[in-house]
């Protein structure tokens, strides 16, 4: 349901042009919302801390290097991240055993980490998911996630996962 929701905002955003980050902000809400819910558990509640990590970032280096990107490159972005974060952890998820898991971890940080989007060299703060132990997420904060994610799908495709 919020996967629908959110591929209807990101379409009336491309057809109307608005001007203001929906796709973004309803990420960004959603996020927040999963993070903040005791009731979850604590994993989950990881991924969605990642996911509203990321999406600081990504709006704090955009409005620092690319001061007049429009509002589409963000909400693309965005949508790209959750995109690429919900189908790794399905991917996760599907993998049989330990050798599987890690193959399908291996291929997610790589190709986050094979397509930065600001060249950011604090690898302290953009690495610190991968550094960090108890996290799954394990990719780069700065990353470029349309890029990243078609590059998880081809080598998905390619090796049959």
Known sequence: MKRIIIILLMALTMTQGAHSQK??????????????????DLQTRKVATFKVDALVYMAMKMNEVMPD???K???????????????????????????AKAEVGELFKTASLQNPRFNDMDLDLVEAYIRTEGYITKFSLDTYWTKALEQARTELRAKGL
């Open 23 to 40: 796709v973004y902000k309803e990420i960004m809400k959603l996020s927040q919302d999963v993070a903040n819910d005791e009731s979850k």
């Open 69 to 71: 990107s429009t509002v």
């Open 73 to 99: 490159t963000l909400d693309y972005e965005a949508y790209a991240m959750y995109d690429f974060v919900n189908l790794y952890i399905k991917k996760l998820g599907e993998a049989k055993n330990k050798k």
